[in-house]
Every structure is written in C-alpha cells, then in structure tokens.
C-alpha cells in the first residue's frame, strides 16, 4: 500500500483539481473523514517492556509477521492508561492498548474520537503479593496503582467482597513490592512476569488472586482513532490477522515463546516460562475471540465501583468489524 499525502487545490483550478481526483482513484486512495490513507500504524500501548501480551506485539514486528500482513507497526509504549490514549485521540498515534476501565471512560466521551474495537487478554492475571508467611486478615491493606486504574477497579470490588480489607494507592507493581516488603502495606498488586520472577528470587508469595474472588475480565481495550479507522479498515483487519497468528505462537508452544519474549521484558528465560506456566487459562488470554461473560462481568464491576452509572452495552460499544470473522460473537 503507497502512503499518500494531503493536497490543497487553488480556488478554480478545475483541470488540477480533476487530475488529482484521477490520480487518487487510479492509486486507489483517497482521504476520508480527515484521515489518510497509509501503510503505517502507530500503537499507544501500557506495559511493552514488562506485561508478555504487550511485549508480543514487539516479537511480532521483530518476526516481520506485521511488515508480511503489509503494515509498517510502529510502538509507542506509555506508562498508563491516561497518557496512552492522549496520543491517539490527539491523532498523534492511530491504536490504543491500554487498561479496561480507562478506554471504556474515554470511548463515551463524544469528543474522544474513539472507538473501542476489540478486548485484549481475557482473563485476570492480577494477584496481590507479599513476603512469605504473610496473611491477608482483617485490617489488611492491599495496594492499587491510582485513581481510575484497573488495579482500583479491582481492588474496589474486592473491599465489597472480602471483609476488613482496605486500600491504599501506591503506583506500580514494583513500588507494591517495595511497599509490603517495608510493611507500608500488607501486600501489592502483580502481574506475570512480575509474580513469577519476585516468587523465585525475591521471597514473595501470592497472598490473593483475584481471579478467585471476582472473575475474569479482559485486562486490556482496544481503541482506534476514528479518522484512521475510516480510512484505513484493512490496516485493522492486518492487525489482527497477525495479531491471530502471535496468540497461536504463545498458546501452541508457550516455551518456545518465552524464550523470544524473555528478553523484550529483561527477565530470565526460567523466570518466562514459569510466567506461562502459571498464567491462567492460556488459550481465553491469548485469544481476539470475544468473550461475552468476560465483558459483562467488567461492566458489572464498573458499576460495583461506581465508575460508570449504568452497565455497558457491548453491542455497540464495541465495534467487532475489524476483527476476523471467527474471531466476532453476538452481543
């Protein structure tokens, strides 16, 4: 696919405005909607460098497997949900993959110019850890990231269903680490790799795994610029076709991927392949295909948190055209 730029036509130039339009039609190209036709996609993603179903995404530009579907996929890795989707609304970047709660507020802003397209890991792989022989009675205080994470959501429909237990925001998983290691709290918020790697260098021990308590829920949103939706639909078909392809490569031989995103995420090749050993539900987390309990279940934990008044109705929050058929479930 050839990237073509925007042209401005002078006033009454008619003959250069008509070749323009004939030139446009025979590269079969044309801007839509303020967007523009182009090879190249931009991702605003949380966690590249530390959460193995962000770092994919870097295996898979590594591999050519992008550049094979014809797309040039560039990554922009933020540190939370609110500054990965600035640069995609600002039109800066084209995608966003960022925290559940954080896309689904942002998507029903009218002025957001997104549109939420596909659920990314579907399952809950957040468990709170602390030093071994730690135990989570009343009066405990377990950790959250900040207000308005998926980590607060979490935590809060936790507090409704485990009684004598509090909150506190701390920030990331390795300032809750720090934080229970120093008893400030009783224990922090983890994910895979984080877990596995503190479990067997650090003497952590997992103390709640929330999956437990309140369910699954996809872990991650994703959201597309408008205008580079409408202009480029078969970029976001591409995507996901490759994007098919990485979550069999980690699901077939979950070792042999370790052994590729170890590196990426700075941990031990034992230390990743104990992450995949012990994430829960592979095939569900490594998978586009839509899960409708898994998003129902995040609405009603939104309205448990009072982030949202009412619960989400999937049909048309979320646009499933770009995925691959197989992939799309009635809502």
Known sequence: MTTTTRRTVPALAVLGGLALALAACSAGEADTAGGETTDELTISATGVDSLPFMAMLQAGIDKGWFEEEGLDVSLYSASGGGNTLRVVTSGD????????????????????????????????????????????????????????????????????????????????????????KAGQITAGWAMQPFIADKVMNDGAEVVLNSREVIGDMPADLVAVNDDYAEANPENLRAFFRAVDRLNEW????PAAAAKDLAPLLKVSEEVMVEAMAQTPDLEKAYSLTVDPETL??????????????????????LDQQYLPEDDQTDL
């Open 250 to 253: 980690i699901v077939s031989d």
């Open 296 to 317: 129902e279940n995040l609405s009603k934990l939104m309205v448990t948190a009072g982030q949202i008044a009412e619960p989400i109705d999937w049909s048309t929050a």
């Open 93 to 180: 970047a084209d995608m966003a993959i960022a925290g559940n709660t954080s896309i689904v507020l942002a998507a029903q802003q009218e002025s957001s110019n997104l549109t939420i397209i596909a659920p990314w890991f579907q399952v809950n792989d957040f468990s709170w850890i602390a030093p071994a022989g730690t135990e989570l009675t009343e009066g405990s205080v377990i950790g959250f990231s900040s207000a308005g994470s998926s980590t607060e959501l979490i935590t809060k429909n936790l507090e409704a269903e485990l009684d004598g237990i509090t909150t506190q925001a701390v920030g990331g998983a390795g300032d809750n680490w720090t934080a229970a």
